[in-house]
């Protein structure tokens, strides 16, 4: 998948610059998927529907599928993961007419459990099959939308359940199907660490699920189109929009661990819309949620995809584009304004001075005092705001001051402070904002 961001975990997220790359580059790790017992009857179709991590996480659902292995399928060229991905950047160039293979998962089902039209039915809802050499943000051939039969009366259902599909995506207004049905010529398993990925890598993102255009007759409940949020009421000028997904838990988590506890300087609202906000633009398409987009003036101006309970790394994201270069130096950089030219140096009027980046409180101006330093001072912070760390820089052994919400740095706490604390919190007025009381 794209990759957008790095975590520890390698997660899900691929880097914008490599729409040429294959899922990722993972540590390898033992296949997790339960050997099939001795004796079941089986029938297998190779299916393509993008990064083959979330289809073979998808089609595995499906009662009756009694395995799901990743592979490439259908090319012209070695079946490993780097010739892959160097194919296809030699078919960019124009240095290669060989065909690339696609990623694919090879589905095995129980057909005394489950049919082959039911499997094809899970695959022509769980992606987009009208979208060519791509699916979502994954861009190449090796990504096409396809379906590689093991003989006629495959190929016969395969094509069958296409024109049935079609009829549905065209009256939600979708365009041609773009699948490549045809009979299998090659396969190759994928290296050992792609299969299963999804369960032995939990942490990352959920898929948005294709077209959400259900397959007539299949019994899924066909959801009622989500509308989409009106921009005119909306903050024009800046809004963070969280697009979410049914039955995501990291967008439930995101819920829990910062939407709950709002309180940015800049309005953030939650859809389960796929398209932007009437009247505005998204840059490129949504891909998996949790994505947070940033607009400014009806614009995506940036997005964070992906969430795995890192809230620093989220707060750290936007404290990038809603601070001024000044301010991240200090935030980030664990720089210092120059003494007497910071802001709040002066101020007495009751009130909060909070983060500056999540809201969150820090310290209120009846604990600020004039130290003379040229830094403002308090005497001791709100309860739970600020997180302590040593900090051995400059030649000097200092207590450094983060804020608890964001990890932003804020300053150093020294012991020469007035009573009753006889603390002295040294903060950067450049990184804090200032809340009156009403």
Known sequence: MIRLRSTPLATLMLCASLLTTACARETPASPSSPPVPPGTPTESIVLGMGCFWGAEKRMSELPGVVNVESGYANGEVAGDYETVLSQESALRRGQSGKRNHAEVVKVSFDPTRTTLEKVLIRFWENHDPTQGDRQGNDVGSNYRSAIYTGDAAQLATAEKTRAVYQQALEKAGFGAITTEIAPLTAYFPAETYHQDYLAKNPNGYCGLGGTQ???????????????????????FDRQLVVFEAEHCRFCEQFKADVLDHWRAGVPVVSTRSVQPPAGWTLEKALFATPTIVLFEQGREVARYTGYDGETARFWKWLGFRLLTPEQQKIAFEEGTEPPFTGSHLDEKRPGTFVDPITGAALFRTDAKFESGTGWPSFFTPQPGSITLHEDVSLGMKRVEVRSASSGIHLGHVFEDGPPPTHQRYCINGNVLKFVPDK
């Open 213 to 235: 255009v259900r397959y007539p007759g299949s019994g899924t409940p066909v959801a009622a189109p989500v509308p989409r949020l009106d921009g005119k009421a909306l903050a």
